[in-house]
């Protein structure tokens, strides 16, 4: 009788943890006309690596330390208003080199934008920030709608 020799299959590696932020506004924000604006942001639904802090620098999601990629997504909504143009961006270091915009010319009242990017090469202490720009005619006013006005990073490597 032959013998049979069974080698067990290794175990799957898990994935890693999630590693991210994500935040939100819980109050309304200038937009004022033809400005560019920094959004800033109250509210951390997660932030599992202190990317984000209330206090020191409230507009960023910052880098940690042993991190090399991340994406970043961004989400918006405007106040009512269906004349000119509104543009999200997400600046790298305060510059504006990374491309990641999204620009909309509203043709009913109705404005509402998101935006992502690839996995980007980072170093510890870069940081990203959500700004807007609008040319209504008029300021207006950027809602804090949970579901809808968002800024996040994820950690990919």
């Not at 709608?145 to 990919?156: G, K, L, N, R």
Request: a neutral charge.
């Amino acid at each position: 009788m032959p013998h049979v020799c069974y080698i067990k299959a290794p175990d799957p590696i898990p994935p890693p943890p999630f590693r991210g932020a994500l935040v939100q506004k819980s109050i309304w924000q200038l937009a004022p006309n033809n400005t560019l604006t920094l959004i800033t942001w109250d509210v951390e639904i997660y932030d599992t690596d202190n990317i984000h802090n209330n206090v020191l620098n409230p507009s960023r999601l910052k880098v940690p330390p042993g991190v090399s990629r991340v994406k970043l997504f961004a989400q918006g909504d405007w106040q009512t208003n269906s004349t000119g143009h509104r543009r999200i961006l997400i600046y790298k270091n305060n510059n504006p080199t990374l491309p990641v915009m999204a620009d909309y010319r509203p043709t009913s009242t109705y404005a509402y934008q998101s935006i992502s990017s690839p996995a980007i090469p980072v170093a510890p202490g870069d940081y990203f920030e959500f700004k807007v720009f609008q040319n209504s005619g008029v300021d207006l006013h950027f809602p804090p709608d949970p579901e809808i006005a968002w800024f996040a990073m994820e950690i990919i490597k």
